[in-house]
């Protein structure tokens, strides 16, 4: 198997759209570079590629113009290309934001086209004969549940640090790091990192690729030699606030009284910590073998959630939204959020949809997988995947080849919260993606 690597920088102009949150945000500078990092392979007969971009996310028809391009200029059939997001939320608008109506300019999305285009170009062009080594490790302390029940009974998304009022976290966290290591002959080795968590933990103006950026960066200082890649696993419940923080990760956050508080060098900690376990385990590896390639696409309908029995309260709490008149409404933080959310999505699932296609990923690389959803899954229906699939080593993402909805678990709906009242899915739509993630990896 030959192995290539490339990255592109990415970065926006001063200025730009941001997307990420429920308010409008313009680029003020750099922080940390934006790239579209890229892995080729080759085994003599079939080429593939996977690119991780520094975005919150792409449309499945911006993907498809992506992957179009790769196509024309070096051949690889387009179920072949791979692409992941980091899914930061201090990175560029790519399209049109979802809570504004705001749009990035058509000259950036040539941009990135062409940025991920040639990040595919470059690293087929960086070909050398390679073997493949895996291992995993432990993430501590970093990537939490998001969605809490409370004394009251009731279910909030973030509730704050040191909140007397919690009971229990509903769910529990995959700190499980997962490395692939690809050797090569006269070349930098290659490192493909996996691990799930949100990417918001820097906030504010300036590019910043977030946490991920920050593990590979430290690894790339610490190992010289090594180029790195990282690849988002299933986030959907999970994020970086600890409600009963030490007084060391306290301090390194900035904006404390904010629903979540961020900063940069909370960031840098998390980028670290991975770091810290990938370091822990890349020099006991094992090897595996990669003799060829094998991939495929499959596309599922997950029903929409609609519930047009609300949609007087929710138009109303949406005009009032609107209209910047969310203090009169009876809510405040991440409750408020949590309304506005589900408010937009019953006014706008009124005519329809009845369903949302998603895209799932797989490419096979030997004894290795890599299986890519589309939207924004739990982090259960990760585990599952990778608790049923045909592959011992197999690397679950999330919004890959497309955005998309939060992905809840069933049990999610019951119990409330800000991911299940906003999700346009109806409840199922958990088992239809592991269904039909394992079916699409048996068939490789």
Same mark, same amino acid.
């Given at each position: ?20 949150? *429920?308010?409008?945000? /313009? ?9 579209? !990092? ?18 919150? +996310? ?26 992941? /997001? ?21 000259? *950036? ?7 991920? $285009? ?28 998001? !969605? *809490?029940?409370?004394?009251?009974? #009731? ?28 050797? $090569? ?9 996996? /691990? ?9 103006? *300036? ?5 991920? =950026? ?21 986030? +959907? ?27 940069? $060098? ?9 770091? =810290? ?55 405040? =933080? ?39 959803? =589309? ?8 585990? !599952? ?42 409840? #199922? ?16």
């Amino acid at each position: 198997m030959k192995t290539g690597f490339s990255k592109v920088c990415i970065n926006p102009p001063y200025g730009a759209p941001m997307v990420g949150y *429920y308010e409008a945000r /313009f680029v003020k500078g750099i922080e940390q570079n934006l790239y579209a !990092r890229a892995v080729a392979f080759d085994d003599g007969c079939k080429k593939a590629v996977v690119i991780a971009v520094d975005v919150i +996310g792409l449309t499945l028809d911006f993907c498809n113009m992506a992957k179009d391009a790769i196509a024309a200029s070096t051949g690889i059939e387009k179920d072949a290309i791979f692409i992941n /997001f980091s899914h930061t939320h201090t990175g560029p608008l790519v399209g049109e934001d979802f809570a504004s109506e705001t749009k990035s300019s058509d000259a *950036y999305n040539d941009f990135l086209i062409t940025g991920i $285009r040639d990040a595919a170009i470059y690293a087929l062009d960086d070909l050398c004969e390679s073997r493949f080594e895996v291992g995993d490790a432990e993430a501590k302390n970093i990537s939490f549940i998001r !969605r *809490y029940r409370m004394k009251d009974g #009731g279910v909030v998304t973030n509730p704050g640090a040191y909140n007397e009022n919690i009971d229990h976290p509903l769910g529990t966290p995959d700190e499980t790091v997962k490395l692939v290591k690809i050797v $090569r002959d006269g070349s930098d080795d290659i490192f493909i990192i996996n /691990f799930g968590t949100h990417a918001d933990a820097v906030g504010g103006e *300036y590019i910043n690729s977030d946490y991920m =950026g920050y593990a590979c960066s430290t690894l790339e200082k610490a190992i010289p030699g090594i180029n790195c890649i990282f690849l988002l696993g299933p986030q +959907g419940d999970v994020n970086h606030i600890n409600i009963n923080p030490t007084k060391g990760e306290w301090n390194i956050l900035e904006d404390k009284e904010a629903v979540c508080p961020h900063s940069v $060098r909370h960031s840098q900690h998390m980028g670290r910590v991975i770091a =810290g376990a990938v370091l822990s385990v890349c020099s006991v590896t094992e090897e595996i073998n990669a003799d060829r390639i094998s991939y495929g696409v499959k596309e599922v309908q997950l029903p929409s959630y609609r519930e047009n029995d609300k949609l007087d309260e929710a138009r109303r709490i949406w005009t009032l939204h609107e209209s910047g008149k969310d203090d009169e409404l009876p809510y405040k =933080g991440m409750e408020l959020t949590t309304v506005i959310a589900e408010a937009k999505r019953i006014v706008g699932l009124e005519n329809g949809p009845e369903s949302f296609p998603f895209l799932i990923s797989a490419l096979r690389i030997g004894e290795l997988v890599f299986a890519g959803i =589309g939207g924004e899954p739990f982090t259960e229906i990760g585990v !599952r995947i990778s608790d049923a699939s045909p592959f011992k080593n197999t690397i679950v993402c999330c919004l890959t080849n497309n955005s998309g909805s939060y992905i809840p678990t069933k049990s999610a709906y019951d119990e409330g919260g800000y991911e299940a009242r906003a999700s346009v899915l109806m409840p #199922g739509g958990d088992d239809i993606i592991v269904e039909g993630v394992v079916e699409l990896l048996k068939t490789l």
